[in-house]
DNA sequence: GTGGTCTAGACCACG
DNA sequence: GTGGTCTAGACCACA
């Protein structure tokens, strides 16, 4: 379902977190539609299962799956705060990969060529 | 010349980096000019210089300035690395923005429209 | 009679203790007067029987329903307890209330109005 | 400072978040103070440490305290939600709590002295 | 020295 | 069986 890679030096939680929520915005895991249980997850991914479950409470922070008591975790896709905040923390994050880019040497065109690139990886669902 | 803000959670080492990486790119820093000392950018900022120092350190081994011992750090404008792994790395960075602003609520439109917003930001400052 | 909110971070346990005490006290159901079988309400509310069945018995730990085998669960309003434990129980669960809301900006004449209209919510329903 | 009571039901975490808030609340920690660190605040409660450090980050969130590494956490003194949903979340608090006095056997009467003894507990300091 | 992450495993509450 | 809490201790990043 998604893969963590251990030599990231990004945290493992932030991996899983990324990787969960890449999949349910491609649609991968539809609405409605159940994640596997933390431990199992984390079985198939060699990790903890705590680290899967607090990926998973923090998902349901954001409102993107409900977690509950003896439940399995559930996909919502209704996120619960404004989207002006989301647009501005968008922003800001744009900004910050931008200019990194930008200074590694692309110009202002391949800047927009990746962009629509990215933008095409977040549609590819496998039917 | 830049600014922390000491609320935000991210390190200070990363707000200083982005900040001058940010600077640098937007063309308020001329290629061959020359930065504040890490003391003194430090004493500006209120914050430890060890920690201004390793932000320069950073952006040395980036190629985007030289530092050299006794003497005032200086902006090259030749990054060393290839601009294929630039590419690649601001993909995966934009993908998980991306993904990030699409599980809150903003539709592709939206996404199109912030990159343009981040986009300008970048512009050279007319001075 | 009663709704339980299945997008809520609280046991569904916890739900209906609360839903069905807040009935009794505002006279929604009568001193005598029956409540629905467990797993007819259950049914209603599309929940575990189970679930209904625990809350059943901890309202009448508590006192405030007589719950016997083979009979309708049955209102007492006779609580068990002394007033003065009652007392110090809620003066700790104002105090949690109110430091919370303090703690997020709200004002001593803020907390002594949604006080008032909390009270008021409670009153008996003239129906 | 504060105090856990290991017989309590509820989880340590909620416990150290609860009376954090209060001491803050009541000014015991003024506004740009530093709280304890966690390790040291865990030993003195007889408690891990790591329950403390989740439970700052819990503040942190809240926007309460600011928690960076490296550094002692500051208490700010700054909320970050909207009033309006502190008010709606301390009402269903308020209607919980009450709802339990009166089923306990407390007059309205009851309710409101009971709610100034409250409220009177938020203001008390040592001066 | 401070907080953050991860693993590990025990025990509990919920359904 | 599911997720939640707590303890424990190793290791890391930041200041």
């Known amino acids: 379902m998604i893969s963590i890679n251990l030599e990231d030096a990004r945290p493992l939680e932030e991996q899983v977190i990324a990787a969960l929520r890449l999949a349910i915005v491609r649609g991968e895991v539809q609405t409605g539609g159940a994640l ?17 479950a607090r990926a998973y409470r923090r998902l349901n922070r954001e409102g993107l799956i409900a977690v509950r008591h003896g439940r399995k975790a559930v996909v919502t896709g209704r996120p619960n705060g404004s989207t002006d905040a989301a647009r501005a923390s968008l922003r ?14 692309l ?12 933008l095409a990886h977040l549609q590819e669902r496998k039917s």
């Open 92 to 105: 800001d994050d744009l900004v910050e990969a931008l200019t990194l880019g930008r200074s590694q040497g």
């Open 36 to 52: 596997p249980s933390a431990r199992q997850l984390a079985g198939d991914l060699g990790i903890h299962w705590n680290t899967v």
């Open 107 to 118: 110009s202002r065109r391949d800047l927009t060529e990746v962009f629509k690139d990215a």
